[in-house]
């Protein structure tokens, strides 16, 4: 992965519509907060320059996978997982500006694969000094691309769909 190429992602409009977050019950009528532990994006409050990110999912059933909240498989059955519960929550999200790590054009740009923006991340284990190549590229492109709001990603438990990474601190 080369993230120091991220400038030169295109950034596009996304339109207005409906994105998804699976959530613990209790936080339901709460308004969304920004994730700011070690996440697939982002590795934690170690590192210097930490910044808060929202996940949204494309449809309810990837946000529920993506919260482990279902077994099973995408592209067939799921069951649900009695050890984490969730409710599905859907949100109108206004026009952000966002790059696409969805588009296989614009991962050949930072040189990663859909394997590497979907593989397991947390083998890492010193993200303030070896971040995961996903928390890079996040990384760099909230520091060399200021005028984006986040960006879209192919999902790790739906690889066929893109989830909606915004910087909170941007919207």
């Known amino acids: ?9 295109p950034i596009l409009s996304l339109r207005p ?3 998804y977050r699976a959530v613990n019950p209790s936080f339901a009528h709460q308004l969304p907060t920004a994730s700011r532990g070690i996440t697939r994006f982002n590795a934690g409050p170690a590192v210097s320059s930490a910044f808060g990110l929202l996940y949204f999912a ?5 946000a529920l996978f993506e919260v482990e909240a279902l077994l099973g498989s995408v592209f067939s059955y799921s069951v649900a997982n009695p050890a984490r519960s969730a409710v599905v929550l859907s ?9 696409d790590l969805g588009n296989a054009g614009d991962r050949r740009i930072v040189d990663t694969t ?19 190549p996903t928390q890079a590229l996040a990384q760099a492109i ?8 986040g960006f879209l990603a192919p999902s790790a438990r739906n690889p066929d769909v893109r989830n909606l990474v915004l910087f909170y601190g941007r919207i």
């Open 1 to 9: 992965m080369n993230a120091a190429s991220a400038g030169g992602l």
């Open 17 to 19: 519509g409906t994105w």
């Open 58 to 62: 494309s449809d309810p059933v990837t």
């Open 91 to 99: 949100y109108q999200v206004p026009a952000y500006r966002v790059v």
């Open 114 to 132: 859909l394997q590497e923006m979907t593989g397991e991340w947390r083998t890492y284990r010193h993200p303030d000094r070896h971040p995961a």
């Open 142 to 149: 909230h520091a060399i691309v200021p005028r984006v709001d």
